[in-house]
């Protein structure tokens, strides 16, 4: 069992910037994948960048390359979504998820067996 723990959403102008925060606990080992993705109303759970916990080697949204950056501290079981030049558009849910696999690079919200509750992040224009 992994537990995530999502935190650092909230209100800011376009332009801005934000840092999400996931608190990772339970079983996690050096093959697990931990990716961000966001859901906004009426819309499907869509990737947003992932990290793998062993390599450190990340993935991003097409959407999202070159405004956001993941990252993990390992001493602090926490990985990070640095935000930056915030568009409306961002205005979404932000969910932390956690699969383990050696097979695939899973930017699929359905490959994912762990989620957080959430964080509300709102971009305002």
């Known amino acids: 069992q992994v537990q995530l723990v999502e935190s650092g959403g909230g209100l800011v102008q376009a332009g801005g910037s934000l840092r999400l925060s996931c608190a990772v606990s339970?079983?996690?080992?050096?093959?697990?994948?931990l990716g961000w993705f966001r859901q906004a109303p009426g819309k499907e759970r869509e990737f947003v960048a992932l990290i793998h916990w062993g390599s450190g080697t990340t993935n991003y949204a097409d959407t999202v390359k070159e405004r956001f950056t993941i990252s993990r501290d390992d001493a602090k079981n926490t990985v990070y979504l640095q935000m930056n030049s915030l568009k409306p558009e961002d205005t979404a849910v932000y969910y932390c998820?956690?699969?383990?696999?050696?097979?695939?690079?899973?930017?699929?919200?359905?490959?994912?067996?762990?989620w957080g509750q959430g964080t509300q992040v709102t971009v305002s224009s």
């Open positions: 998820g956690a699969r383990y696999t050696v097979a695939v690079i899973p930017t699929d919200s359905h490959q994912y067996d762990f």
């Open positions: 339970g079983r996690i080992f050096s093959n697990h994948f």
